[in-house]
């Protein structure tokens, strides 16, 4: 009871430090930043473990050849200048001069093509590899210059290069990538370098003063492994850590009716470019028949998940692109919630309810099945629960086992074992979706894994990776929504805001938040002496 007693009054009222967070401070360097993560990442190298986890780490580490500003319009990273040929075929990029690894060994072309050569080699099996395998030819003719030709125009092609990771050729050269040290113990180029890992506890990383964009203002970060958002938020009240990713009640809520919180945290929304989705094993009966797939969507109320999960704080969608932009084809619109609708569906589909038990039956099997999520993610978890409501009241089971991510991932999605999932896509700036929807993409951890099939898509995505009139491409990728609505292998769910809580002892964050999001420039905040976690606990 004490300590209850304690919790709410450190929680509702300010304390005597709130005053000086709101007090302006020169930029300055030092001090610790720590986060919170729901789950350890699996690799350092994220181009091959294929999770966001993992490219979330890796952009602390490694740098690209071409980066985003803040207004998500391409910039050179580790290149210093870039030239597209007249026939689109052939990319020539010049390396700014003295770029070094962390360890002071020289960053040259040499390492970006053996890095491609990685990402493209078939015993790497990375999910990345389809836009890089159109490169018929890299080479590296001297130590500043990296050049990649295609067979025919890629209209992606620019962008794929802001996204390669490049790694030490030195460090990597005649290892199995898939069990070198490396990708416990990696050496960057970037703002910052990997000190100490606790698998399950927290990663901590320490400025890298040889990084090639010039150091960063915070002297370490530390990245804490934590599970369970309520836990995560309960350190944040604590104060031992300065940021996280909120959910809905958290942010809308919470913090809200809060002063304490109020007076000490920053909370920041965004559209994200991504959605969450129910999807289905295609390869598995009865997914494999369009009509239990459009029942299943209409039984769904998607507005009620938004209501009800997010608190209002999402969009339902009927393509995978960010509301608002170009590639979202306006004349789309959700599945309705329709349950009439869906048991027609299932009727014509030869499902019917002949015991009386509530679930509908064919040639004698239930139509039951099993939906996956990731444990921890409270949101996914309860939108499976909605789901498994709606469909129950059309005559499906469901059974629901949430499982941690790694597992997930390692004994699940990459063999293909199961049957429907509740998760999310990360969307890129360029509509190309052919490593997720081509039919050639569902090898062993490859992003197609739900199997999807379809020629006409196949040649959509084909023919808008080579496209690059503004118009004609908006029209592929219009047409290509259109048919993955038609066959409806998934659910689109919701697009979701990104929601952020940040200590205001965090100083330096752009504000307005630009297009590229919360964290773009991360590298210029810095924490004022008087505000760092040590100098308040002294006090």
């Known amino acids: 009871m004490l300590c209850s007693t304690l919790l709410a009054c450190s929680v509702d009222s300010p304390d005597q430090n709130t005053a000086a967070l709101n007090q302006p401070y020169p930029a300055q360097t030092g001090g610790t930043l720590i986060s919170a993560m729901l789950s350890d990442p699996s690799s350092m190298i994220g181009m091959v473990a294929g999770e966001s986890v993992s490219l979330a780490i890796g952009a602390y580490l490694f740098n690209s050849l071409l980066t985003f500003n803040q ?57 990345y590899a389809s836009d890089y395998q159109l490169v018929t030819k890299a080479e590296a003719p001297d130590a500043r210059t990296f050049i990649v030709h295609y067979a025919q125009p890629f209209a992606p092609a620019l962008e794929s290069w802001a996204h390669l990771q490049v790694l030490p050729k030195h460090k990597l050269a005649g290892q199995d990538i ?223 086992r949430t499982l941690e991510w790694a597992s997930l991932l390692t004994n699940f999605i990459k063999p293909g074992d199961f049957d429907a999932v509740v998760m999310g896509w990360g969307l890129s700036l360029d509509p190309d979706q052919y490593s997720i929807w081509h039919s050639s993409q569902q090898g062993p951890g490859q992003f197609n894994f739900i199997g999807y099939n379809n020629p006409a898509v196949d040649k959509l995505l084909e023919q808008g990776r080579m496209e690059f009139d503004p118009e004609k491409r908006m029209q592929i990728y219009h047409g290509f929504a259109k048919v993955l609505y038609e066959d409806s292998p998934l659910v689109y769910l919701s697009a979701g805001y990104g929601l952020t809580a940040i200590h205001k002892r965090v100083q330096g964050i752009m504000n307005p938040v630009p297009p590229a999001g919360v964290g773009y420039d991360s590298h210029k905040w810095y924490l004022p002496e008087p505000l760092r976690r040590t100098q308040i606990q002294a006090e």
């Not at 580790?78 to 030239?83: D, F, R």
């Not at 370490?220 to 009640?249: C, G, H, K, Y």
């Not at 139509?367 to 993610?377: A, K």
């Open 178 to 400: 898939h069990t070198t040290s490396f990708a416990q113990k990696p050496l960057g180029s970037h703002y910052y370098q990997l000190k100490e890992w606790r698998h399950g506890e927290y990663l901590k990383l320490e400025r890298n003063p040889k990084s090639v964009l010039g150091p960063a203002n915070i002297d370490n970060v530390v990245e804490r492994i934590i599970p369970d958002p309520a836990a995560q938020f309960l350190e944040l009240m604590a104060d031992n850590i300065d940021s996280m990713t909120l959910d809905p009640i958290t942010y809308a809520r919470i913090i809200p009716s809060r002063p304490a919180l109020q007076a000490k945290l920053n909370q920041y929304k965004e559209l994200g470019n991504s959605y969450t989705y129910l999807g289905f094993n295609l390869k598995r009966k009865p997914f494999d028949d369009v009509r239990v797939r459009k029942a299943i969507n209409y039984a769904i109320d998607k507005q009620e998940i938004i209501d009800g999960v997010y608190l209002g704080l999402g969009i339902a969608i009927a393509s995978p692109y960010k509301p608002g932009t170009r590639w979202s084809n306006p004349n789309l619109t959700p599945y309705p919630f329709d349950p009439t609708k869906a048991k027609q569906l299932l009727a014509e589909a030869g499902y019917v309810d002949s015991n009386g038990d509530g679930i509908v039956e064919r040639d004698g099997k239930k139509l039951s099945f099993e939906v996956l999520t990731n444990l921890g993610n409270k949101q996914r978890e309860k939108t499976a629960v909605i789901i498994q409501r709606r469909l129950k009241e059309v005559g499906i089971e469901t059974r629901i």
């Open 71 to 127: 207004d998500l319009d391409l910039a050179g990273e580790l290149a210093e200048s870039w030239q597209v040929a007249d026939d689109k075929k052939t990319i020539t990029f010049k390396l700014k001069p003295g770029l070094q690894w962390a360890d002071g060994k020289p960053l040259t072309s040499a390492d970006v093509l053996f890095t491609w050569q990685l990402i493209i080699d078939e015993k790497t099996h990375s999910p």
